[in-house]
């Protein structure tokens, strides 16, 4: 009976792990060499190629990550995101991402050692205009020439929860 139990549970965790990311279309990170992000020439531009949405009829929630040391040096990132359509349409927004809290005391995100993460909501139930390869490209706006701290940053796509 134990064992039998036993291969129940195990089969409800393989089951529950393998339907936790149906949802999930596209996660990648990109890392900043020198833990440097320029805002001039080379390197102002963090691109996220062959991002493959096979549905234009779902909605979905795209999020930014990043990574950074605690001895970031600014308290915010500023920068425009740019998604660019299979047909070369391009739809460009900005965003500026609060990296601590109001006070401007605490770090926001999850702290491991010299390290934080934080994910922030860009865009929800967001409508691709067509299927096909898209690419995604994050433009640096800050007010000095280079943002140094920054380990990572990443873009994760996911169907929303709600459908049209």
Known sequence: MKKILKIVFVLLLVV???SCN????????????????????KGKSIE??????????????????IRHTPYITE????FKLKITSPSSIVRESVHTIKLKDKEGKEWLGEAMGDMIDLEVDL?????????????????NMGQKYQLQGIMEVGIEINKSDLER
């Open 48 to 65: 996220f190629d062959n991002i493959n949405i096979e549905n234009d009829e779902d909605v979905y929630d795209i999020s930014f990550h």
């Open 75 to 78: 308290d915010e990132v500023k």
């Open 123 to 139: 865009k929800t139930f967001y409508s691709f205009i067509e299927r096909g390869l898209y690419k995604i490209e994050l433009v």
């Open 16 to 18: 529950g792990f393998s």
């Open 22 to 41: 149906k949802s999930q279309v596209y996660k990648e990170f990109k890392t900043l060499p020198n833990y440097t992000w320029e805002r001039i020439e």
